[in-house]
């Protein structure tokens, strides 16, 4: 890839933001995205605001994960290249008053509203942040949370031990069990991957659905009837799922679908998708003609 092709990528994932580099997931973004950015410190050192774009998508990507230390490290990374990034001191902040850091937190809260004293809901954070030093609150994220900490360890590439961490677990929960599919997925080991949402399956509890689950998860698995399969039987235990597409169907009929069905619906248009039925296709865009994805898929 040369000088103009580089420039032309990364300009793309710059104007198409963290909507689309997350849901190219995991390998593209591993083989692909993070080593043609890292060629743009020989190939476009000139372009230090492209770069730092970029660099922040990274952190967000990360962010999305449930990652704050990698996330904190991608930032800076970002404001090494441009410290004008002025967004950047706020995702900073928020990462680390969400481990604790708080006397961090504020030091980056302080540069942010310095950088952008029109953003009134940064006094807020701050007064937040403030009030966690002040009665010493217990962060959102601590060592306690061991999917929390297994995660990180992921976002660090230590998937072998997440995995050996995993298995010496007399009863791993749920959460745990869903980094242990994600570090599969990140290896392409397709069969233990389903083998371990079949024993999430089995395990008593409900459960999340976060980016991260959809971010690991191999395309050849998105696109296999058995994990929609899988994860539509597990709907009534999930708490919260969150897609980054499908963002109609929730528009338009949050109000009359529970979760459980919203997600259940999701699936169906999953394994229809997959194995090509367009009669029960034809049947979900009548019953819900609002919902975009389905219309498009049939145009």
Not at 5 to 10: C, G, I, R, T
Not at 46 to 60: I, N, P, S
Not at 103 to 111: D, G, Q
Request: proline share 3%.
């Amino acid at each position: 890839m040369d000088k103009g092709e580089l420039k032309a990528f990364l300009a793309e994932v710059e104007e198409d933001g963290i909507a689309l580099l997350h849901s190219r997931g995991y390998q593209w973004f591993k083989s692909e995205f993070l080593p043609y950015l890292n060629l743009g410190d020989t190939l476009l050192a000139d372009q230090v605001e492209l770069l730092a774009d970029c660099w922040y998508l990274v952190g967000d990507v990360y962010d999305f994960n449930g990652t704050p230390i990698k996330a904190i490290e991608s930032y800076k990374k970002a404001l090494e290249y441009d410290d004008d990034v002025d967004g950047a001191y706020r995702e900073i902040a928020n990462m680390y008053e969400q481990i604790g850091q708080y006397t961090e937190a504020l030091e980056y809260i302080n540069i942010a509203i310095d950088k952008m004293p029109e953003e009134e809901e940064l006094l807020d954070d701050k007064a937040s942040i403030q009030d966690s030093i002040n009665y010493t609150v217990e962060p959102y994220l601590t060592a306690k949370n061991q999917a929390w900490t297994l995660s990180e360890q992921l976002a660090q590439g230590e998937v072998e031990a997440v995995v050996q961490t995993i298995a010496a677990l007399e009863s791993p929960n749920v959460a745990v069990l869903q980094c242990l599919a994600k570090a599969y997925g990140m290896e392409l080991k397709k069969e233990a991957y389903l083998k371990t949402w079949e024993r999430i399956l089995r395990t008593e509890g409900n459960m999340t659905l976060n980016y991260a689950d959809w971010f690991y998860m191999p395309r050849s698995i998105y696109n296999n009837e058995k994990i929609w399969l899988l994860i539509k039987e597990l709907s009534p235990r999930v708490n919260e799922a969150i897609f980054i597409e499908f963002d109609s169907l929730s528009e338009h009929y949050s109000e009359v679908l529970s979760q459980a069905e919203e997600l259940s619906l999701i699936c169906d248009f999953q394994i229809h998708r997959i194995t090509k039925n367009q009669a029960a296709l034809k049947e979900l865009a009548a019953q819900y003609p609002l919902w975009e994805e389905v219309q498009e898929l049939l145009a």
